[in-house]
């Protein structure tokens, strides 16, 4: 008998506005009767603590806002757990939606799991109004779904959607 592994919807984001954006969204989505399964991946101690997200994966920090020397090291140190991480996630679930509220930390995941056919929905952060961000620019090429939570920016992204402040 083949194990059949569970479908869940994995929810990507970071600390502070990515944090609340992603809290303000999951409460909508769940006030629309949806019964989704999620699991999420965080990073820096941003854990959302919700019932119904199943599972919470932390990912280590890669960003120094004040060095990129040692954004560098972080990303050479945790690239390994990272991605050791995803395929752990891969065996375990049946991915089917990446959502994400912003953070750099979306890039890695949202690439590998492209290669298996997984759906990105990705919401540009809140505070973006004139210039597009770095997560952004990477993510938009792939991403089934690209939302923008303010006008000025469809003419940075023209393929996106308008989705209003969340």
Do not use: W
Request: include cysteine.
């Amino acid at each position: 008998m083949k194990y059949r592994k569970e479908k869940v919807t994995l929810l990507i984001y970071g600390e502070g506005g990515h944090k609340s954006e992603m809290k303000r969204l999951l409460t909508s989505i769940e006030n629309n009767c949806n019964s989704n399964k999620y699991i999420s991946i965080y990073e820096n101690g941003a854990f959302l603590n919700e019932d119904t997200i199943q599972k919470n994966y932390e990912f280590p920090t890669m960003r120094d806002k004040y060095s990129k020397i040692k954004t560098i090291l972080n990303i050479i140190t945790g690239l390994f757990k990272i991605i050791s991480l995803l395929f752990h996630i891969k065996r375990k679930y049946d991915v089917k939606i990446i959502l994400s509220t912003g953070p750099g930390l979306t890039i890695l995941p949202a690439y590998f799991f492209k290669i298996f056919q997984v759906k990105l929905i990705y919401i540009e952060t809140d505070c973006r109004f004139t210039t597009k961000s770095f997560t952004g620019k990477l993510l938009y090429p792939i991403s089934d779904k690209f939302y923008v939570p303010n006008q000025s920016l469809l003419k940075l992204y023209p393929k996106s959607e308008y989705c209003g402040r969340l």
